[in-house]
């Protein structure tokens, strides 16, 4: 069976969402490999970005959507990761972020994860989509109230541990 493998482009005012890039690798090892991904399990050894960049790749494969390579629209370079985030572990589909430290504090995360939540929602006709935040990931809960998210449960992860799930509100504000 042949699956039709396209990964849309999102655009906003600033950004492009686009397909991550090989020339995207070494922002994405910086990343893995400094005290900024703890939020997402890291920090990770820089062997492992290649793997892992392939995989955000590989999702859109597997279960038609996923994350995207977050990239300045004007110069392309790369701000981080944002997109659908549903690995097989994971008790539902999130909307997850990973920003550069080159994006830090310019509203870089939240212009995307708008845009993802719109998407989910307008073009993919979701009826719900969360985040699942560490407890002490500061940057991420202060995102997720500025989107409107509400906390709702928690799920355990068997090697990140206690997660808060905080839910996306809809169009028009309802979470």
């Not at 820089?46 to 110069?75: E, N």
């Not at 449960?153 to 504000?173: M, N, Q, S, Y």
Request: net charge negative; glycine share 10%.
């Amino acid at each position: 069976m042949s699956v039709d493998f396209r990964i849309p482009e999102l655009e906003t005012e600033r950004l492009r969402l686009r397909l991550p890039r090989m020339d995207d690798l070494p922002a994405h090892e910086d990343f893995r490999a400094s005290p900024r991904s703890k939020g997402v399990g890291g920090p990770f050894d820089r062997p492992s970005s290649f793997a892992h960049l392939s995989g955000i790749i590989g999702q859109w494969q597997l279960r038609g959507y996923g994350r995207w390579m977050v990239a300045d629209k004007v110069t392309d370079e790369p701000f981080g990761v944002v997109g659908i985030y549903h690995p097989a572990d994971w008790p539902e589909p999130e909307i997850g972020w990973s920003i550069y430290a080159n994006a830090e504090g310019r509203g870089i995360a939240h212009e995307a994860a708008l845009a993802t939540r719109d998407y989910v929602y307008d073009t993919l006709g979701w009826d719900r989509i969360v985040s699942l935040i560490m407890a002490d990931n500061d940057r991420s809960i202060r995102l997720a109230h500025r989107m409107g998210c509400t906390k709702t449960t928690a799920f355990v992860h068997p090697e990140l541990g206690h997660l808060d799930i905080w839910v996306h509100a809809k169009p028009g504000g309802t979470a």
